[in-house]
């Protein structure tokens, strides 16, 4: 089922869509989160950043950035 | 020989810097930016070399001043050789940056760092084979022991005598995405991931981030640095600093005074009076400020910013603070800032180079200023206020606070633009290395020498100058009847407040002698409080964010800081203080 990140549960999850300009598109994918890259939830806060791990390391993302990227669970 | 160290941040680049330059370095500005870089110079083999500390950068596109900065340097390839630092933990996103590097067809070699946490955490790679594939030499190294670095020196003694080819010819795509694709095939043959019960750290790492558990230790963290800050910094000043000045340096140098036949120029450099605090002359009092007041608090601070920094702690700390900091106009980043300028004013100034747009300087630089009395200024105000109940000194830091909080709230709201958001790499926590840790104290308290010292000296030349010219004079004048029929304040107290801003946390008891009434102290004290930055600050934030940004953010203080003075005034009255 597809979520934002925000609400999406932690787990494994693959990035389906981001929506946004190609400023944040290029931010993100130098940090390895682009369409179709597998990325791990680790936790999140309420109305906060979340934390994901990719590539093997572990990044944190601002609340209405999290909103922007559409996941879906991997299983 | 000119080499570059390059890397994504956090890959431990400074601690390979410091390896191989030993621990003397200078620290240069980047010009036009606020970014700081290092160069030092190392004997290799029989080769001379000069090593260029470059910011650390996730990838060419980044768009951080600090990221820019790198590029230019490194895209001018004005150098010999580029070593490029990796993090063997996360590999992968480190592997983009290199392939970026690799396609510049510069000479390069790899070092990947943290071989032994990586081992510990259950990574393997396979360096051979990752040479092979990318075509350049891969050197494992731990760097806080200087293990790896033999083969370093031998790579490096090799490339001086052009007996190997170092600059790699695999072919690299150009755009970003299919550079990830190739780095996943790289990955799936050279690295593999056993899984291995968590280390100590990685279990701290959980809790100190895990919501429930993260913000109390966060809380507590915070009131313990602030506590070794204060701690470090009263005893430097007490038991060091203050005896050193009163029974060695004044003495000494009272002794030049009737050198000089000038009384005029007597008082700018000595000073009126001999009071090390009041004189306001060159050597004593300029020198009382940078070195008795500031310079101990200055040192006490990036003791423990440098350690909370080493550990790996300040960018959970950005995370628990961002909801927060949000709602104020601000990302988590710019919290640390305002912690530090609790402490004082001018290492929590220096801190925010860390935020990128100027917006969030502007706001983080008027919330710090009006927010956070720094520890002296805190000081004095308790203990002028300790004669009356605990609940007024209680209701003062309440009423700054809430002032703070309301001028950045509308500041949001008028400033262009929204808060940038926070994004932010969560590096794993690391025990801090002791030498690295002094090298980056000296490092930063030869720049606190090097850019305040200077500053807070001239503003006291200036200071005497405005007052020959009977300028300070006119200024209290011009203001003592608004005290007395806004603030409805004493006018006479008009003289302390037009110096004030000078050495802030003593004006604050230069009050006492007036005999003013509860409610005044607490109006006159909240004036000297926010009115204006003391001059150390002054001087740090003008270099620091700019002179039209540190005018405007200047304005702002002064400008809310008679609103809300006003205010306080009729407040207190009306609840019958």
């Given at each position: 089922?597809?979520?934002?990140?925000?609400?999406?549960?932690?787990?494994?999850?693959?990035?389906?869509?981001?929506?946004?300009?190609?400023?944040?598109?290029?931010?993100?994918?130098?940090?390895?989160?682009?369409?179709?890259?597998?990325?791990?939830?680790?936790?999140?806060?309420?109305?906060?950043?979340?934390?994901?791990?990719?590539?093997?390391?572990?990044?944190?993302?601002?609340?209405?950035?999290?909103?922007?990227?559409?996941?879906?669970?991997?299983? | 020989?000119?080499?570059?160290?390059?890397?994504?941040?956090?890959?431990?680049?400074?601690?390979?810097?410091?390896?191989?330059?030993?621990?003397?370095?200078?620290?240069?500005?980047?010009?036009?930016?606020?970014?700081?870089?290092?160069?030092?110079?190392?004997?290799?083999?029989?080769?001379?070399?000069?090593?260029?500390?470059?910011?650390?950068?996730?990838?060419?596109?980044?768009?951080?001043?600090?990221?820019?900065?790198?590029?230019?340097?490194?895209?001018?390839?004005?150098?010999?050789?580029?070593?490029?630092?990796?993090?063997?933990?996360?590999?992968?996103?480190?592997?983009?940056?290199?392939?970026?590097?690799?396609?510049?067809?510069?000479?390069?070699?790899?070092?990947?760092?943290?071989?032994?946490?990586?081992?510990?955490?259950?990574?393997?790679?396979?360096?051979?084979?990752?040479?092979?594939?990318?075509?350049?030499?891969?050197?494992?190294?731990?760097?806080?022991?200087?293990?790896?670095?033999?083969?370093?020196?031998?790579?490096?003694?090799?490339?001086?005598?052009?007996?190997?080819?170092?600059?790699?010819?695999?072919?690299?795509?150009?755009?970003?995405?299919?550079?990830?694709?190739?780095?996943?095939?790289?990955?799936?043959?050279?690295?593999?991931?056993?899984?291995?019960?968590?280390?100590?750290?990685?279990?701290?790492?959980?809790?100190?981030?895990?919501?429930?558990?993260?913000?109390?230790?966060?809380?507590?963290?915070?009131?313990?640095?602030?506590?070794?800050?204060?701690?470090?910094?009263?005893?430097?000043?007490?038991?060091?600093?203050?005896p050193i000045f009163n029974n060695y340096y004044y003495p000494l140098i009272d002794k030049f005074r009737n050198l000089i036949s000038s009384d005029l120029l007597k008082n700018i450099i000595f000073g009126k009076n001999p009071v090390a605090m009041e004189g306001f002359g060159i050597i004593t009092t300029g020198i009382y400020v940078s070195f008795v007041v500031v310079l101990p608090y200055v040192f006490s601070f990036y003791i423990v910013l440098g350690f909370l920094e080493d550990i790996g702690y300040l960018p959970r700390l950005a995370v628990i603070l961002d909801?927060?900091?949000?709602?104020?106009?601000?990302?988590?980043?710019?919290?640390?800032?305002?912690?530090?300028?609790?402490?004082?004013?001018?290492?929590?100034?220096?801190?925010?180079?860390?935020?990128?747009?100027?917006?969030?300087?502007?706001?983080?630089?008027?919330?710090?200023?009006?927010?956070?009395?720094?520890?002296?200024?805190?000081?004095?105000?308790?203990?002028?206020?300790?004669?009356?109940?605990?609940?007024?000194?209680?209701?003062?830091?309440?009423?700054?606070?809430?002032?703070?909080?309301?001028?950045?709230?509308?500041?949001?709201?008028?400033?262009?633009?929204?808060?940038?958001?926070?994004?932010?790499?969560?590096?794993?926590?690391?025990?801090?290395?002791?030498?690295?840790?002094?090298?980056?104290?000296?490092?930063?308290?030869?720049?606190?020498?090097?850019?305040?010292?200077?500053?807070?000296?001239?503003?006291?030349?200036?200071?005497?100058?405005?007052?020959?010219?009977?300028?300070?004079?006119?200024?209290?004048?011009?203001?003592?009847?608004?005290?007395?029929?806004?603030?409805?304040?004493?006018?006479?107290?008009?003289?302390?407040?037009?110096?004030?801003?000078?050495?802030?946390?003593?004006?604050?008891?230069?009050?006492?002698?007036?005999?003013?009434?509860?409610?005044?102290?607490?109006?006159?004290?909240?004036?000297?409080?926010?009115?204006?930055?003391?001059?150390?600050?002054?001087?740090?934030?003008?270099?620091?964010?700019?002179?039209?940004?540190?005018?405007?953010?200047?304005?702002?203080?002064?400008?809310?800081?008679?609103?809300?003075?006003?205010?306080?005034?009729?407040?207190?009255?009306?609840?019958?203080?």
């Open positions: 089922m597809e979520k934002n990140l925000y609400d999406a549960p932690a787990a494994k999850l693959r990035v389906l869509k981001i929506l946004g300009g190609s400023n944040l598109l290029k931010k993100l994918s130098v940090m390895g989160i682009y369409e179709g890259s597998l990325i791990e939830k680790k936790l999140g806060y309420k109305e906060g950043p979340v934390i994901v791990k990719v590539k093997n390391s572990e990044v944190a993302i601002g609340h209405s950035m999290s909103l922007k990227i559409i996941v879906k669970e991997e299983k | 020989m000119k080499i570059i160290l390059t890397g994504n941040p956090n890959v431990g680049k400074s601690v390979v810097f410091s390896k191989l330059c030993g621990y003397e370095a200078i620290s240069s500005n980047y010009s036009g930016t606020t970014v700081d870089i290092l160069i030092g110079k190392a004997k290799i083999g029989n080769c001379d070399c000069e090593i260029i500390d470059v910011p650390g950068v996730y990838s060419f596109e980044g768009e951080s001043v600090a990221e820019k900065v790198a590029s230019s340097i490194i895209k001018k390839g004005d150098y010999d050789l580029i070593i490029n630092i990796l993090d063997a933990n996360s590999l992968e996103r480190n592997l983009l940056f290199a392939l970026e590097l690799l396609s510049l067809r510069k000479p390069t070699i790899f070092l990947v760092n943290k071989y032994d946490i990586a081992r510990n955490r259950g990574i393997n790679i396979d360096f051979e084979k990752l040479s092979k594939i990318l075509n350049v030499a891969v050197i494992p190294i731990i760097a806080t022991i200087g293990w790896g670095f033999d083969v370093l020196e031998n790579e490096i003694k090799n490339f001086s005598f052009k007996n190997k080819n170092y600059v790699s010819d695999v072919s690299i795509p150009p755009n970003t995405l299919d550079k990830w694709k190739m780095i996943g095939q790289i990955i799936s043959k050279v690295e593999k991931i056993e899984h291995k019960h968590p280390t100590f750290l990685e279990k701290l790492e959980v809790l100190t981030t895990t919501p429930s558990m993260a913000i109390p230790f966060g809380i507590i963290v915070i009131i313990a640095s602030f506590w070794i800050v204060r701690f470090i910094g009263e005893g430097l000043i007490n038991n060091f600093f203050d909801r927060f900091s949000h709602k104020i106009g601000l990302h988590g980043y710019s919290g640390i800032p305002l912690i530090m300028g609790l402490g004082c004013k001018v290492p929590g100034i220096f801190s925010l180079r860390i935020l990128d747009s100027n917006r969030d300087k502007i706001i983080a630089a008027s919330l710090m200023l009006l927010i956070a009395p720094c520890i002296p200024q805190t000081a004095m105000i308790i203990s002028v206020l300790s004669k009356y109940s605990i609940i007024y000194t209680f209701l003062f830091f309440l009423y700054l606070f809430a002032v703070g909080i309301i001028t950045s709230f509308i500041l949001n709201k008028i400033l262009k633009g929204s808060s940038s958001d926070l994004f932010i790499e969560i590096p794993p926590y690391h025990i801090p290395v002791l030498k690295n840790m002094l090298f980056k104290l000296k490092i930063r308290i030869i720049q606190f020498l090097k850019d305040a010292v200077p500053a807070v000296i001239g503003g006291i030349f200036l200071i005497n100058i405005l007052d020959i010219l009977g300028f300070i004079e006119r200024i209290s004048l011009f203001f003592a009847p608004f005290f007395k029929n806004i603030f409805s304040l004493p006018p006479e107290i008009s003289s302390i407040i037009a110096i004030g801003f000078l050495k802030k946390d003593v004006s604050i008891t230069f009050l006492v002698p007036f005999n003013l009434s509860l409610i005044e102290l607490m109006v006159s004290s909240f004036f000297l409080v926010t009115y204006l930055p003391c001059l150390a600050s002054m001087m740090v934030l003008r270099k620091e964010i700019g002179n039209k940004n540190s005018f405007y953010v200047m304005c702002i203080n002064f400008v809310v800081s008679l609103i809300f003075t006003f205010l306080f005034s009729i407040l207190l009255k009306f609840f019958g203080v």
